[in-house]
């Protein structure tokens, strides 16, 4: 029995844990909502604000605070004017009956000024700083002549130093009330931003003055307190900024505060640079600096005073909520916490638009379907086609013959194979050759060469309508095959907007110090992927001068720490010596292609109908292509030339091979009803494996010189637009260093004089070759085909040449310490 009672204890003590700390976690976030409900949307927060802001006073008889802020909250939050009006009232009765009347004075006539400003200026923003101004100018001069019954130089001094600083805090208030006001602040804040809610918080403790218990200020502790918040959130300089700027108007507030300044610049310069140790090391900061100030200033008397102070606003600081602190960090740019909100924004627009491009992917994936989904009542079958082809040439013979009944009634079978006959030998266009037919039909039937007649003109009807049909069809699939292009060049964008940006932080690190213990300074570094064969990092480093750091000495400590070869793809260098170079970095690739051209027009003229390419396609992949136009001259040149274009355009846009040949023969056929087609031959090399596609419509062969072995590339197609639809074949070749890719159009090839087999021909000139530069290689083909022709140029010639071979890095990898080596990058 002990037993089992001692069994039951742990779970039920353990599940009665986890109930109470799910309650607390509950009622915390209930808690924390009503009273930010309570201070945001009921309006506590103006209270508060508003009853310190009447209490505030400086140089003992100015008091610029009120006005400036009933003004910004009737501007900004109209509906809580008459809250701050009356908190301001109370906070300035706690104060003396004069400070009331100066407040409740201003107030009315700044109700006054502003209705009158109304009429003459719309823009309420721009005309409520100089509203106050006036308004306050008045109340005070107003207030001391009444008091006193005169005015001196020194009042009327006084009452501009007074309106003018009422000036510049509606400036100011107008700036900070939004920032301290809203529930959910979404911006970052600027600087600018920090000061003016800091002059603001400033102003409200002045409102504090006067409060002390044994000596112990009230304002002293909650600007310390603030002090420290804002240098354990932002950092040594945002919590040296706050020192001075909340120290300056303490200052003014009170002479006896004048220290205060230095006290709290030194304290947040601490606090923010012992941040590191979480809130101790940042507390501890504070009381040091506050230590010292006091033993500076003062000296001992007020050491103890000063020491009690610090220990309120660090225990203050201590029970903050965290939630508090990450949520004010995440608005000081520089902080960790607005850097990953940062990032989680990004990540969410990331994810908004990546779902977005998967939804028009999918629209145009389904359009795709349906242009490619043939219902029934699309295709006709023949039994009906034959059928309504027949009710036609009936209607126009048949029905107004009088041997109608005896035909159709009696005899359907035999009439209606004589009809489907015909019918058949009409498009075989070989019912005149068939006598036996004719001579048939035309002992059965009365009107048999009206039929006949009739016949072979809705023939020529039913065969346009039979190739508009065709075009139809070929149209929708040449939409549907694009459509479907589109949609998988729009999904593979989604899924790379949807990877993760790796975080690299020790990967850094080990690059810079690997990089420092060179001897080389890096400003910063970012790495975006470290994958195999495909790494992608940018540096900032200071300007070199033109001496080419990056290259030289940079990119190949990269390689060895990386294990792969990296180069520079891109380098911005600094504008001016002091400035830095922005570089980027990446993997090179395994293979290079060299490339030689031989070009001649026919009869060496200045057009050509051939057209030719190289181009890098991205993700390692470099494309050589030779169209061959039919003909000659101008529309030749017009056709190929055409053919290339298309052919790159959609090559670069992603989308497959296959499909983009499909779609460029589908356009060319469609455009035109002339006569006019083109060949293509195109190859593919990865530059990775060196791998290669071959896709050859309408072309010559290619061949490939390994060594002393030629190999011939050869595919049959019918050349691009001769028909509507074809089927593309591919050659796949696996290519080495140092092979030669030759590529040519049918003048090269067939161009040879007297020459029966051109194959064996053209491989024993490749064999013989001697050298192996493409260029040179191009242009001695084309030499000795043309010398075969006496000198002639009987037909437009094209020769393309490529050389694949390793890509040996421009410098060597220059070898890291032994202590980078050992934590080797992966």
Request: with cysteine; aromatic share 10%; glycine share 6%.
């Amino acid at each position: 029995m002990e037993k089992t009672e001692r069994s039951l204890v742990g779970p039920i003590s353990g599940v009665s844990l986890e109930k109470t700390q799910a309650f607390l976690a509950q009622f915390w976030h209930g808690f924390r909502m009503k009273l930010q409900s309570f201070l945001f949307f009921r309006g506590l927060i103006y209270v508060i604000i508003g009853f310190l802001l009447g209490r505030a006073f400086i140089l003992s008889e100015i008091v610029p605070f009120a006005l400036p802020f009933f003004g910004a909250v009737m501007l900004l939050k109209k509906d809580r004017a008459l809250l701050a009006a009356f908190s301001l009232l109370a906070g300035a009765l706690t104060i003396s009956s004069e400070m009331v009347i100066i407040v409740g004075f201003s107030i009315f006539i700044f109700l006054f000024v502003h209705k009158m400003t109304i009429f003459f200026y719309n823009d309420r923003f721009k005309a409520l700083p100089f509203t106050v101004f006036f308004s306050l100018l008045a109340t005070r001069l107003l207030y001391t002549y009444f008091m006193n019954g005169f005015l001196t130089l020194y009042d009327y001094m006084m009452s501009v130093v007074e309106s003018g600083l009422s000036f510049i805090l509606t400036l100011i208030f107008l700036q900070s009330i939004p920032l301290i006001s809203a529930r959910k602040i979404k911006q970052v804040y600027k600087i600018e931003e920090i000061i003016c809610l800091m002059i603001l918080l400033a102003s409200v403790m002045t409102g504090l003055i006067g409060i002390n218990f044994q000596e112990i200020q009230a304002e002293h502790i909650f600007s310390r307190y603030v002090v420290l918040l804002f240098a354990f959130t932002g950092g040594a300089s945002i919590g040296c900024t706050v020192g001075v700027v909340t120290g300056l108007v303490l200052s003014l507030a009170h002479i006896g505060n004048l220290y205060q300044m230095s006290l709290l610049a030194f304290s947040g310069l601490l606090g923010g640079l012992l941040k590191e140790g979480k809130k101790i090391g940042a507390a501890v900061g504070l009381l040091i600096g506050s230590l010292l100030l006091t033993l500076y200033g003062e000296g001992s008397a007020n050491i103890w005073t000063n020491i009690w102070e610090s220990l309120v606003a660090v225990m203050l600081f201590l029970i903050t909520p965290k939630s508090l602190t990450e949520r004010l960090a995440k608005h000081i740019p520089g902080t960790y916490e607005h850097t990953l909100e940062q990032q989680i924004y990004a990540r969410k627009i990331r994810d908004v638009t990546a779902h977005r491009v998967d939804q028009f992917s999918n629209v145009f994936r389904a359009l795709s379907e349906s242009f490619s989904t043939f219902y029934p009542n699309d295709e006709i079958d023949d039994d009906r086609e034959t059928d309504l082809f027949l009710s036609n040439i009936t209607e126009h013979t048949c029905q107004t013959c009088f041997k109608k009944d005896k035909c159709w009634t009696q005899n359907f079978d035999q009439t209606y194979h004589f009809m489907k006959q015909m019918m058949q030998e009409h498009k075989e266009n070989t019912y005149h050759l068939n006598r036996r037919l004719k001579r048939d039909f035309n002992k059965y039937c009365s009107k048999s060469h009206k039929v006949e007649q009739v016949m072979e003109q809705e023939m020529n009807y039913f065969r346009a309508n039979q190739k508009l049909k065709k075009q139809v069809k070929e149209s929708r699939r040449l939409v549907a095959e694009q459509l479907l292009g589109v949609s998988q060049v729009m999904a593979d964008f989604s899924k790379e907007m949807k990877k993760e940006q790796e975080h690299h932080f020790l990967q850094e690190e080990q690059i810079l110090e690997a990089l420092h213990s060179f001897g080389v300074e890096i400003g910063h570094i970012e790495i975006y992927n470290l994958e195999q064969g495909n790494v992608d990092l940018e540096m900032s480093i200071p300007y070199c001068n033109g001496h080419g750091e990056c290259e030289k000495i940079i990119a190949p400590m990269l390689s060895d720490i990386l294990d792969e070869t990296i180069v520079v793809k891109h380098e911005e260098c600094a504008s001016f010596p002091n400035g830095f170079c922005q570089v980027s970095f990446g993997s090179a690739k395994t293979y290079c292609v060299e490339t030689g051209v031989a070009h001649a027009a026919k009869g060496g003229g200045l057009v050509s109908g051939d057209c030719y390419t190289m181009m890098e396609l991205g993700a390692g992949k470099y494309a050589l292509a030779i169209s061959d136009g039919m003909g000659n001259g101008e529309r030749a040149h017009f056709e190929s030339n055409e053919t290339i274009k298309l052919l790159q355009k959609i090559l670069q846009s992603g989308i497959d091979e296959k499909i983009a040949i499909k779609t460029v023969n589908s356009i060319l056929s469609l455009r035109t009803t002339d006569e006019m087609f083109s060949t293509l031959d195109l190859s593919i090399i990865d530059l990775q494996d060196a791998s290669c596609k071959f896709m050859k419509v309408g072309s010559t062969p290619s061949f490939i010189k390994r060594g002393d072995k030629v190999i011939k590339v050869q595919a049959s197609n019918l050349p691009i637009g001769i028909v509507d639809e074809i089927d593309v074949d591919v050659v796949d070749e696996q290519l080495k260093a140092k092979d030669i890719l030759i590529m040519m159009s049918d003048g090269i090839f067939e161009g040879p004089k007297h020459v029966e087999n051109h194959d064996l021909w053209m491989k024993r000139k490749i064999k013989e070759l001697q050298t192996h530069d493409p260029q040179e290689i191009a242009d001695l083909i084309m030499e000795e085909v043309i010398r075969t022709r006496s000198g002639r140029i009987d037909d437009d010639m094209t020769i393309v040449v490529a050389k694949i071979d390793h890509n040996n890095p421009k410098w060597a990898s220059i070898p890291v310490s032994k202590y980078t080596k050992a934590k080797k990058i992966g």
